[in-house]
């Protein structure tokens, strides 16, 4: 059986908690929005972020490039329609934040690729 040591399971659990606020702060610009087909799309990116916790390569990118263009498109909404926004500004920064975070936090914390490395030899070594 495959250990995890902790310093691994801490950045997990970062990329987890970054990744519950984001999906908090989504559901609630799609309340305020009253947008009913963003839900699919939040569905979309909790189903990528399972497959990213599983330590699948291809769901780590696709979060990131999902992530970039939330962050483009969430700007574009800012610039265009600031003067009409109070709670969706303020939401809305904070999910450009995160969406910039999470990112780069997947690409750049050893530990936690470390534990996708970890999880992808676990998925086959339980294959053979």
Known sequence: MTQFDPSMLRARDRLVLLFVISCTLDALLVFLAKDLWAIARIAFTIAVMTCVLQGRRWAKWLLIVLCGLLAFALVALLLL????????????????????????????????????????????????
């Open 81 to 128: 329609l600031s003067s009409e926004l109070s709670a969706v500004l303020t939401l809305g920064s904070w999910m450009i934040a995160l969406s910039l975070v999470i990112p780069i936090y997947l690409v750049m914390s050893t530990d936690l690729n470390r534990y996708f490395a970890q999880q992808r030899q676990l998925r086959r070594s339980q294959a053979e």
